[in-house]
C-alpha cells in the first residue's frame, strides 16, 4: 500500500493490502477516477479520512447475462408497478442512496458531499449512469455507477420499497444488454448481489476482463431506458 498524489499514478495491484487497500491521497478529479477505474481501483472512505484507493482480491462481478431472478422476484416484478428509467434523476439517486439507511444507521456514510460533486461531474461528462426506480410517480429505488468501455463500475443502490433496488439492476442489464456490455463491476461480495448471480473471481482475472471490456466499442445507443418492471419479468 503506498501514499500516492501524482497526477493520476497508482502502484501495482500486487502492492494492495491483504484488504485490498492500494493507495492514499490523490483527489476525485474526473481524470483521476476514470484513470483509476481503467486499472480496477476505487475510491472508498469515510469522512475524516484521507482519499482511499482499493482494489480487492477476489472482485466481486456480475455478468449480464447471468442476472439471477427468482420465481417470488418474477411476481413481485409483474405486480409492482414500478416503471424503470434510466439518467432522468441521477442527482437525486446518488442523494437517495447517501442518505438510505439499514438497520437504524445511515448505511453510505462513504458517500460525502465531495463524492456527490465527483460523480455528478462524471454524470455532465457522460460516464455516470443511474437507473431509477418510480412507482406511481415517486422515485422508491435506484442505483448508479460509472460505464467506460463496455465495463459497467456499479457504485451504490438504494430502496425504499421492497424490491426497488433489485427491479433497478433488472432494468441496468436489460440495459446493458442492449448496449452489448461485458460485465458489471460490484466490487465487494455481499449474500444479496450473490442471489442475484454475482461471483467473485481473482483479481487477475478481474482485470483481464476489463482490459478486454474497456477497449471494446459498445454499440452508441443513448442510455434512454423507460420499461415497466413487469416487461421485466
Known sequence: MTTRTEPYQFPPLE???????????????????????????????????????????PRTVLYPSRL????????????????????????RVIVECAESKRDGTV????ITTDMR???????????????????HNRLVGGLYGVAIGGIFFGESMFSVTRDASKA?????????????FRLIDCQLPS????????QSIPRMEFVEELQLGINSKQMSIP???????GDLA
Do not use: C, M
Open 117 to 135: 460533486s465527483a460523480y455528478l461531474n462524471l454524470y455532465r461528462l457522460g460516464y455516470a449512469h443511474s437507473v431509477e426506480t418510480w412507482q
Open 223 to 229: 442510455w434512454e431506458l423507460a420499461i415497466d418492471a
Open 15 to 57: 502492492e494492495a493490502t491483504v484488504d485490498g487497500l492500494l493507495a492514499i491521497g490523490g483527489d476525485l478529479s474526473s481524470e483521476r477516477l476514470l484513470a483509476a477505474y481503467r486499472k480496477g481501483i476505487f475510491p472508498w472512505y469515510n469522512p475524516g479520512q484521507p482519499i482511499l484507493w482499493w482494489s480487492p482480491d
Open 68 to 91: 439471477r431472478i427468482s420465481r417470488s422476484l418474477r411476481k413481485a416484478l409483474r405486480h409492482s408497478h414500478f416503471h424503470i428509467t434510466t439518467d432522468t434523476a441521477f442527482d
Open 168 to 180: 433497478a439492476l433488472a432494468g441496468l442489464v436489460s440495459q446493458l444488454l442492449q448496449l452489448e
Open 191 to 198: 449474500t444479496h448481489l450473490f442471489s442475484l448471480g454475482a
Open 107 to 110: 448505511a453510505s456514510t462513504w
